[in-house]
């Protein structure tokens, strides 16, 4: 609709316009990342579906006290305990789990 009302107003100007509109981001899907990262806050998912490692990377990576196998993931309510080091031990890798708006991604420290 966008596009054919863009084309429509400039085609008093200029004779048969071709008009293609591209989104190039998304601003309105946030995730939260606190605790123990360099830059805890606010991250923004565009376009590009964000994993879990990208988050913590987008925050800064981990603090030297940040306690890798006690990260949280709360999502809608429910809490899902994620240990790095013991997924990685698996063959699971961290980069396959993605990150959905709202989601709080929390890195606990070693004296919590």
């Known amino acids: 609709q966008a596009r054919e009302l863009l084309t429509t107003r400039l085609a008093h100007y ?6 293609t509109l591209t989104v190039q981001s998304y601003r309105s899907k946030r995730i939260y990342v606190d605790g ?3 830059t805890p806050g ?7 579906p964000m994993s879990l490692v990208e988050a913590i990377n987008r925050a800064g990576g ?3 006290s940040a306690d890798q196998s006690q990260i949280s993931l709360n999502r809608k309510g429910m ?4 240990n790095l080091p013991q ?3 698996r063959g699971v890798n961290p980069g396959d789990i993605m990150l959905v708006n ?3 991604l929390r890195v606990r ?3 919590e």
């Open 14 to 19: 200029i004779n048969k316009p071709n008009v």
């Open 42 to 48: 606010v991250q923004t998912i565009n376009d590009i």
């Open 87 to 89: 997924l990685v031990q």
């Open 62 to 64: 981990f603090q030297p």
């Open 79 to 82: 809490s899902y305990r994620i």
């Open 36 to 38: 123990e990262v360099k």
């Open 102 to 104: 709202g989601d709080v």
């Open 109 to 111: 420290s070693r004296d």
